[in-house]
């Protein structure tokens, strides 16, 4: 593809690009400002917290239903929409006068975020030549680890010289422009769909119900078990029930023709093996994030600048070597990346287990350089596999359910780290080397059922 042709998809791969960044962008800006916030508010740690899981909360909860109605009405609309809720609830976010009414408006966003977080996969996968898909794909990963890398300091930042208000202002000028972009633009995302004449009363409206709750009830279940523990008698009534309609949903999905998820899609090995590769691979992901600062603060006495700024090297290097994966995905199997990136998270692990009790730093920054490499090929290949899988009228419900699965292997890995590292604290170091044995072996898990997806037909 000439660059002539690769320019003309620029619109489309700018306003993916912004949804990732947007979303990953709230999602850890928030974290920094909450106690300006509980103070301005005059509330206490335990109320203020809901700012954060009602959003986390609903971007999870509503992955399958954004998924499946865009297929139903169109990826470019929803799309929009998406962008014109989440602009919408930034600024009722800004404005809110009590924890009630920003609690609301963070629940308002965080619905148009999960649009917003199912989509861009599906968009890329749909709209843009097989050529090009690797760079929107690398293009928009690097966004996302964007986010992540800016979310805390700009919010120290934003909050400290102005006030935390202007944390979700920044968002208004950005939607609007990405949403006046994607309308100047919307020959990009031409849907066959659009023209048609929808029918919503096949829409899966007891699935969707179904999903809803029990999803809800897992997150939830999974964000507070690390707090009130395994026999609290609330989280397992919620489990309970949230492991029934779970399991009512999968019935209603065998028997309903037109079911908000397609179960047929895991008869594809391919499919499945690399759904569950990611969700392993969100899984270390996110227990590291959550146990590194500790075992760098108690073992290593770093400070939190050195903290951050190790997050920081991460991140640069997830940033860079997604953008080189557009560049070399035209040529390569994107299973075969997927795999050889598992192996080589497993390879970073093992230098930071061989080396965890030395004084240099050496070995972390390598650790840290070396899985920005490994996630950043992993993720973006993964990507790019699993929407080869979908076809032509389920793109939005394929981008949705790997989304998903992404968001639950991340909370599942919180909560099997932490429990891990307090079984065998009484250790004393060999607490971080047991539990990043178990990491190991959860991203070679990962690297392996990437090998088994690989095949002839290059993707």
């Excluded at 992540?148 to 979700?168: D, R």
């Excluded at 179960?263 to 590769?277: D, E, P, S, V």
């Excluded at 940033?319 to 997927?338: D, E, H, P």
């Amino acid at each position: 593809m000439d660059n002539k042709t690769a320019v003309k998809y620029l619109p489309l791969i700018i306003s993916t690009a912004a949804a990732s960044f947007m979303v990953n962008l709230d999602t850890y800006i928030i974290n920094v400002s909450i106690p300006a916030i509980a103070a301005d508010f005059l509330v206490d740690k335990a109320d203020v917290s809901w700012v954060i899981m009602s959003y986390n909360l609903l971007v999870v909860s509503l992955l399958l239903i954004c998924g499946k109605l865009a297929d139903r009405i169109g990826l470019k609309k929803l799309f929009i929409f998406g962008f014109v809720l989440f602009t919408l609830s930034s600024l009722f976010c800004a404005i809110s006068q009590n924890l009630g009414q920003l609690i609301i408006s963070r629940i308002i966003q965080g619905i148009g975020a999960s649009i917003l977080y199912a989509l861009p996969q599906a968009i890329i996968g749909k709209f843009l030549p097989k050529e090009q898909r690797g760079m929107g794909f690398g293009l928009s990963a690097s966004a996302a680890a964007l986010g992540i890398m800016l979310g805390s300091p700009l919010s120290g930042l934003i909050t400290g010289l102005l006030s935390w208000h202007w944390i979700f202002l920044i968002n208004i000028p950005v939607g609007i422009a990405i949403i006046a972009l994607i309308l100047k633009n919307g020959n990009l995302f031409y849907d066959k769909i659009e023209n048609n004449v929808m029918r919503y009363s096949n829409f899966d409206i007891k699935g969707s119900i179904l999903s809803f709750f029990a999803i809800l009830g897992l997150t939830f279940w999974l964000n507070r078990l690390n707090t009130f523990g395994f026999s609290n008698p609330i989280l397992i009534i919620l489990l309970i029930i949230s492991l029934i309609l779970s399991l009512w949903f999968i019935i209603h999905c065998l028997k309903e023709e037109n079911a908000l998820v397609d179960l047929n899609l895991f008869k594809n090995r391919y499919f499945t093996a690399g759904n569950i590769a990611m969700f392993l691979i969100s899984a270390f992901l996110a227990g590291n994030n959550f146990l590194m600062p500790f075992y760098l603060t108690e073992v290593k006495s770093f400070s939190e600048v050195q903290i951050g700024s190790l997050f920081v090297i991460y991140s640069a290097s997830y940033m860079t070597f997604s953008l080189i994966y557009g560049k070399i995905s035209k040529n390569i199997n994107a299973a075969k990346i997927s795999s050889i990136a598992g192996i080589l998270s497993v390879f970073s692990i093992l230098i930071f287990i061989l080396n965890i009790q030395k004084t240099s730093s050496l070995y972390i920054i390598l650790f840290f350089i070396l899985l920005g490499i490994s996630f950043s090929f992993f993720i973006t290949s993964n990507n790019n596999f699993i929407m080869a899988q979908a076809k032509e009228n389920n793109a939005g419900a394929v981008a949705g359910l790997h989304r998903m699965t992404g968001r639950f292997g991340m909370l599942f890995g919180v909560v099997i780290f932490e429990f891990l590292f307090s079984f065998f604290n009484t250790l004393n170091i060999n607490g971080y080397v047991y539990t990043y044995i178990a990491g190991l072996l959860i991203c070679l898990s990962a690297g392996i059922l990437s090998i088994f997806c690989i095949s002839d037909k290059k993707i």
